[in-house]
């Protein structure tokens, strides 16, 4: 289980020290991909093979499923973390997010987000600014 956020900065080989608290679910290895917006999605190999099929049982012929799996297949790399806990982001992906120095990486429950930590910044106002009470009501809260 994946929860928190922690500041990392990405040194000058692209390489991110994974939290220690998320090291555990990630040790066998790891998937990073694309985000859904200007950030980097890492799945730990079970997560990313229960998604994988999701993404594969949706019909080819649809344009939208191609286009999807392009984005989050092709953006894709397997790692597994080095002893101290670090994986080498792909200059591709660095690009994607605009990482570049210090990151914000967070838990979220089944999957880790990486952030610039300017890009954070923004999100994590817009989340606290929101009115995001409505989802409680969703969930009966």
Do not use: C
Request: negative net charge; proline residues 4%; without cysteine.
């Amino acid at each position: 289980m994946f929860l928190g956020e922690y500041t990392h900065t990405i040194d000058d080989k692209g390489r991110l020290t994974i939290p220690a608290k998320f090291r555990g679910d990630l040790a066998s290895g790891l998937v990073v991909t694309r985000g859904f917006d200007q950030n980097l999605m890492i799945f730990p190999l079970s997560e990313w093979q229960e998604l994988a099929e999701r993404v594969l049982s949706r019909p080819l012929g649809d344009e939208g499923v191609r286009a999807f799996r392009r984005r989050i297949f092709s953006g894709a790399v397997d790692l597994t973390p080095d002893r101290q806990g670090r994986i080498v982001l792909p200059p591709y992906l660095r690009e994607f997010a605009d990482i570049d120095g210090e990151v914000v990486v967070s838990g979220m429950y089944n999957y880790v987000e990486v952030w610039s930590s300017s890009s954070w910044v923004m999100v994590r106002d817009s989340i606290e600014n929101g009115n995001e009470s409505s989802r409680w009501d969703d969930l009966g809260i």
